[in-house]
């Protein structure tokens, strides 16, 4: 089992940027795709980006594409949000998630994830 520690959220205006980071620890961290997932007050979980182990392959949800970069870095067994642009539907809890699935291109979903971590609010006003 992975353990998983989101940071960087906050309060900001929108159109300013932010990068969540996660922390992860327990087994090799290059062993794992990585997700981001975000839920906002009486909405589902929503996927937001995939990253594949060696990081050479992304997927993005549609509301994100263009704004998000999700990135890691196995060295440091991290995995950061680049978000830009942000706006005030892009407020939620941002949790990150560890799969041991290989990479299968988009179809990414949060049943195909078996580690979270607690997430960080992520407040934009307008």
């Known amino acids: 089992q992975v353990q998983l520690v989101e940071s960087g959220g906050g309060l900001v205006q929108a159109g300013v940027s932010l990068r969540l980071s996660c922390a992860a620890s327990g087994r090799p961290f290059s062993s794992y795709t990585m997700g981001w997932f975000r839920q906002a007050p009486g909405k589902e979980r929503e996927f937001v980006a995939a990253?594949?182990?060696?990081?050479?392959?992304?997927h993005y949800a549609d509301s994100v594409k263009g704004r998000f970069t999700i990135s890691r870095n196995n060295a440091k067994n991290t995995v950061y949000l680049q978000m830009n642009s942000l706006k005030p539907d892009d407020t939620a809890v941002y949790h990150c998630a560890a799969s041991f699935n290989s990479w299968y291109g988009s179809s990414w979903s949060a049943a195909d994830f078996g580690s979270w971590g607690q997430g960080t609010q992520v407040t934009v006003s307008s």
């Open positions: 990253i594949s182990r060696s990081g050479g392959s992304t």
